[in-house]
């Protein structure tokens, strides 16, 4: 099955538990059924990476990838804009986010060195489309079972389709070029208004804050999901939703409905939002971000268990440290 073209995310799009909720909530009582047919582009598209071992019975932890892609009209290609790994520990009941600012300079298997979001395809069809998930599992050391990518178009319908979500905004945002428009503190939003959230740059620590704020995004609607307490007509509504607006790659029933599990088990407050200790600094000619020495404490920390036993949050992220 081939991946179908998708316009424009400049942010992360709805959340891998939303996705894995809605759908494996319900997939256990889904055999041998016809799943309905898609209305329009997906706005999330799962793909299994079958070189990593999944049983979702086991002890060891879950690393999933969440892409959210930049694809639009007149622009080739579809850059990664938004990077966020999570790790889920079932056993202890907790999670990590961690998330990657988009112009990270990484090696690739080359041994060029380039920004990690130009890893997604420049265009439907070409290039590696397992690279992005390779470049940031070697980067984070990590096994990543499952790569969640998320498109522009079908972001404001899905979180409609879902009755909106509930987002803790840090600060007061009034930004004209995104639409945030935000009072600090607890938010209802819709699809416009969560994409306006996820997209504002214009705020102190520029993308290094919104790559946090888009992590918030992952948590409001893990809340809002495990809020619903969804019964089996529920259910069915979630499972409608996301066949609706979703597009499985090598993903079966039974890895949704383990991975629900998961999922499901970690309370939204049992999960750590970081990002990625960095710089800014230049690659030629280019603005780019490098990642500090902190940022290996932080993987190593993770690698593990999926939890952040050790690793204290720098300071200085949220305010990048300038580099030359």
């Not at 996301?242 to 090598?250: D, I, N, S, V």
């Not at 029933?253 to 990625?276: F, K, M, P, Y």
């Amino acid at each position: 099955m081939s991946t179908r073209p998708v316009r424009r995310l400049a942010a992360l799009v709805a959340t891998v538990a939303t996705v894995i909720a809605a759908v494996g909530v319900i997939a256990v009582r889904i055999v041998d059924g016809a799943l309905p047919a898609q209305a329009q582009e997906p706005a999330l598209v799962i793909t299994r990476n079958e070189s990593v071992s999944f049983s979702g019975v086991s002890e060891e932890p879950v690393f999933v990838l969440i892409i959210g892609n930049d694809e639009r009209r007149g622009v080739g290609g579809r850059r990664a804009d938004a990077l966020h790994v999570v790790g889920l520990n079932a056993t202890a009941g907790e999670a990590t986010v961690v998330n990657i600012p988009r112009d990270t300079v990484v090696t690739y298997p080359d041994g060029s060195q380039h920004r990690i979001n130009e890893g997604n395809p420049r265009a439907q069809g070409q290039g590696d489309p397992n690279l992005q998930t390779r470049l940031v599992s070697e980067l984070v050391g990590v096994p990543i079972a499952f790569t969640v990518e998320a498109n522009f178009a079908g972001f404001v319908g899905m979180v409609d389709d879902l009755g909106g979500i509930e987002v803790d905004v840090p600060f007061r945002m009034r930004d004209s070029a995104s639409g945030a428009r935000f009072d600090a503190g607890l938010q209802r939003m819709d699809g416009a208004a969560a994409l306006a959230f996820s997209r504002n740059r214009n705020i102190r620590g520029g993308d290094f804050q919104r790559t946090a704020d888009q992590a918030l995004v992952i948590l409001a609607a893990l809340a809002k999901v495990q809020a619903a307490r969804p019964d089996i007509s529920e259910s069915l509504r979630l499972v409608g939703v996301f066949m609706k607006h979703g597009e499985l790659h090598g993903t079966s029933a039974t890895d949704l409905v383990h991975l629900s599990r998961l999922a499901l088990g970690i309370q939204s407050g049992a999960i750590r939002n970081e990002v990625v200790p960095s710089r800014t600094g230049r690659l030629g000619t280019g603005s780019v971000v490098y990642s500090l020495p902190e940022a290996q404490d932080l993987f190593a920390d993770l690698r593990d268990n999926a939890i952040l036993d050790t690793y204290k949050t720098l300071a200085s992220v949220g305010s990048p440290q300038s580099g030359n």
